[in-house]
């Protein structure tokens, strides 16, 4: 086999090379899932429930466009809110689906003044009067009929403009929504279509760009574009520009560390020819599949690539080194092969296995996760044994040769190490012991990240908008609770949705701008409380009027996003703050809909996209646990069956989970949180470490089999060391390539997974040689200690 592959290292080579060309030429490329519902299985119930709320309401995909404008309730100001609306509407953006603007908002008040003073007249008389009040709302112009915001604006005075203005910052339905107490704020409400009827992140970058547009041309500060679709947007919108960016960027640090190290171009160009196949292949079957990856999918690029560093660092350190012995490179390179591809192959399988239990997660962006990096993971393997023998022996020389005879100095310094090692074992264990306990006592402090706000770096314009928005507005957050109603919209159930209502907003765990409005149909149809006041006979009669003439008006949108009904169910619409501890938004939700039950039923439920994307988070951390556990699990197994020894296979994961309950612990005592990608880290640091792992202890066993203990752990330490160095620096450089990511998830996830190899690389060089040697110490005692006397059953003591 190691003679094929070498005889026929220019037709395999070629064949890759080709792969590629065509890859990089006519490839597809992945495509991500710019929803939330990427985040969960088809049949995932809480994902069900929101869509069953969608199609009952509509999506609560609503982004606000917020900027200031000193004269905001004034007839020039209100025309900037006009233009500004026409900007962004459904005709100009394909991804808008409506608009909703303060200037075509109804005067809500006066439409209570002519219900009351219709009223008041004759049965007849008031028939006829709603009759042609329906005709006039059907048809009035937003811009200049009285009724509306506009209109009554441009017809007040200066004392009637006042009037209007505190009107309109005391209203519970525009407040906070569309204008600030101090009416200097305002903002224009983009209601986007359904995720997959149009594209998120041009959809955003289209709002952004007609909003700056618009602020240029009056001279006023950039406005803010806030909303849980624009969280979803700028992080797929990372993904995108991040991925390729930190692949490239990978690959450079990657080969330079390789031919810093081996001296060699074509060592160089194996893992990079291996990693970029591998990667574009993926994406093109992706691509083929119809696979979308999701949020988590983030790192998936970058990893790829270092994926392939191990196998080829490993095959790179033992060619040398057998050059140094026979200047035959032939006779080196089967050497090399024959010596090699055991670890290769073990730890190819065992990486996948430990990969591919992340498919037991019950979050779809792991499973895919998991899946994905466990076929590449084999697939890697296999094209660098191919892609190898090139380096051995390639058509020109792009290398310093090592001289026959020479020492290497790593290894050297490998051998004094070892030697240190073998002669203070006890003082190894008790200082790795020293550092590693205080520091994985951080694992009890781990929290986990639901503010996707602080998935962001701060000075990105998401955050910079958030943070603007959140101190004029309030919070951003949505959530919602569906609520059934019965048969028809009456005195009673609009005084239990105020109650509600009122219940919920009093909320104040901590913040208390913890919730920043709770909107409903009752604050549509009775936002002063001016119908509550009035009989019970009056209060039905108004209100079924309000719900025809709005039913026949411009806003008849509006009712329908508050009320269905076919299915006699209302929404009710609460705002929070977007940045507040994961306890604290658990506890409101908990509470809402608890009083949402209490008033309304069991069947009042819960949702929406900021309930969601907390959901999210918490299930990516729920299922770590479990899935670290299965991936331990089958790595362990394969280590037991590799070595033919479950005390040796323990002893062998022993360095990888140190590492990984170090870097947790790091985690814990930094504040790192939790969050969709750093949940990740346990898992794939078990995958990445335990790679050199296999190649130490697979050479120790074999040479321990005809060598003694001593001489098998400095000769399989002598050549492993050195390549273990160089994988591990070529990974961790690797992974520090994501630091460059404006996501923050993505660069904590580079961080701590370059942590863990570090972490892992000391306790494979320095604390797995020490147990060895204790374990052969503890042996050579238990076979020199003498027997005891057995006494015979004649009497005869014998020893």
């Known amino acids: 086999m190691t003679d094929f592959l070498l005889r026929s290292r220019y037709v395999f080579g070629s064949l890759v090379a080709v792969l590629l060309l065509g890859l990089a030429l006519f490839g597809e490329r992945v495509s991500y899932e710019q929803s939330i519902g990427s985040f969960f299985a088809d049949d995932d119930p809480v994902m069900g429930v929101y869509q069953k709320a969608a199609a009952t309401f509509g999506d609560d995909n609503f982004v606000f466009l917020v900027y200031d404008d000193p004269e905001v309730i004034s007839p020039a100001g209100l025309d900037r809110a006009a233009e500004l609306a026409a900007a962004v509407a459904p005709e100009k953006i394909p991804g808008v689906l409506r608009i909703e603007s303060l200037d075509a908002m109804p005067l809500v008040w006066a439409l209570d003044d002519v219900l009351l003073a219709m009223d008041k007249l004759p049965a007849f008389a008031h028939k006829l009067a709603l009759d042609a009040a329906k005709r006039t709302v059907k048809n009035f112009d937003l811009r200049t009929n009285t009724m509306t915001v506009s209109g009554a604006v441009r017809a007040a005075d200066a004392q009637g403009l006042e009037a209007i203005k505190r009107r309109l910052t005391s209203n519970a339905l525009f407040k906070g929504t569309l204008l600030d107490e101090t009416a200097t704020t305002t903002a224009v409400l983009a209601r986007l279509k359904k995720s997959h009827e149009h594209n998120v992140i041009d959809t955003i970058r289209l709002l952004r760009e007609q909003a700056d547009a618009f602020a240029a041309r009056h001279k006023l500060a950039r406005p803010a574009v806030v909303g849980p679709p624009v969280l979803l947007a700028d992080g797929f919108a990372a993904i995108e520009i991040d991925g390729r960016r930190l692949a490239a960027v990978g690959m450079a640090l990657i080969a330079l560390v390789t031919l810093s190290a081996v001296h060699s171009v074509w060592w160089a160009i194996v893992p990079i020819m291996a990693g970029w196949t591998v990667w574009l292949a993926t994406e093109t079957l992706l691509h083929f599949f119809n696979i979308r990856l999701s949020l988590s999918g983030g790192p998936l690029v970058a990893q790829i690539i270092v994926l392939t560093m191990p196998a080829a660092s490993h095959l790179a350190i033992h060619f040398r080194d057998n050059r140094r012995r026979d200047s035959d490179p032939w006779a080196a390179g089967r050497l090399t092969l024959r010596t090699v591809w055991t670890p290769i192959v073990w730890t190819a399988v065992t990486g996948a296995i430990g990969y591919g239990a992340l498919v037991t997660s019950d979050v779809l962006p792991i499973q895919q996760f998991g899946a994905i990096l466990g076929v590449c993971t084999l697939t890697a393997a296999v094209l660098v044994m191919v892609l190898s023998p090139i380096a051995m022996l390639p058509p020109f020389p792009l290398e310093i040769p090592v001289r026959e005879g020479s020492q290497s100095r790593v290894s050297g310094v490998m051998n004094r190490l070892t030697f240190w090692v073998h002669r203070h074992p006890i003082r190894v264990v008790a200082v790795v012991a020293a550092l590693t306990i205080p520091l994985s006592l951080g694992v009890f402090r781990l929290t986990y990240e639901t503010n996707y706000i602080n998935l962001f770096r701060p000075q990105t314009r998401v955050v910079r908008d958030y943070r603007a928005v959140e101190s004029k507005l309030g919070g951003i957050g949505l959530v919602e609770l569906v609520v059934p109603i019965g048969s028809a919209v009456g005195p009673e159930v609009v005084a239990k949705l105020n109650r ?249 996830f580079g961080t701590m997974v370059a942590i863990a190899t570090a972490g892992s690389t000391l306790g494979n060089l320095v604390l797995l040689p020490a147990c060895l040697t204790l374990g052969e110490r503890w042996r050579s005692r238990r076979r020199q200690s003498p027997k005891p006397p057995v006494a015979s059953s004649s009497g005869v003591v014998t020893p």
């Not at 002063?528 to 008849?556: E, F, H, N, W, Y």
């Not at 949940?679 to 792992?693: F, I, K, M, N, P």
């Open 500 to 748: 509600v209502g009122s219940t919920i907003a009093s909320l104040a765990p901590n913040d208390p701008r913890a919730i920043a409005q709770v909107i409903s149909l009752a604050t549509v149809l009775d936002p002063d409380g001016r119908i509550a006041a009035l009989a019970p006979d009056a209060q039905a009669r108004i209100l079924t009027g309000k719900l025809d003439l709005i039913g026949v008006s411009p806003q008849a949108s509006l009712l329908r996003s508050f009320w269905n009904d076919e299915t006699k169910e209302a929404r009710i619409l609460i705002r929070l703050l977007e940045q507040q501890p994961a306890a604290t938004k658990a506890w409101i939700f908990h509470k809402a809909e608890e009083t949402a039950r209490a008033a309304f039923g069991p069947s009042s439920y819960l949702t929406g996209l900021s309930y969601l994307m907390t959901r999210t988070t918490e299930g990516v951390i729920a299922t770590q646990w479990s899935t670290f556990g299965w991936s331990a699990a089958g790595i362990l197994v394969m280590l037991a069956l590799a070595f033919r020894s479950l005390p040796l296979a323990l002893l062998a994961i022993l360095p990888t989970l140190l590492s990984v309950v170090i870097v947790l612990g790091i985690m814990g005592w930094t504040s790192i949180k939790l969050d969709i990608a750093t949940a990740l880290v346990a898992s794939v640091a078990l995958g990445l470490s335990v790679d050199d792992t296999f190649h130490c202890l697979i050479q120790f066993h074999k040479q321990r089999k005809t060598r003694g203990f001593r001489k098998s752990l400095f000769d399989s330490y002598s050549v492993s060391g050195p390549g273990v160095l160089l994988s591990s620096l070529a990974v961790a450089v690797g992974f520090m390539a994501l630091r460059t990511s404006e996501f923050e998830p993505f660069v904590n």
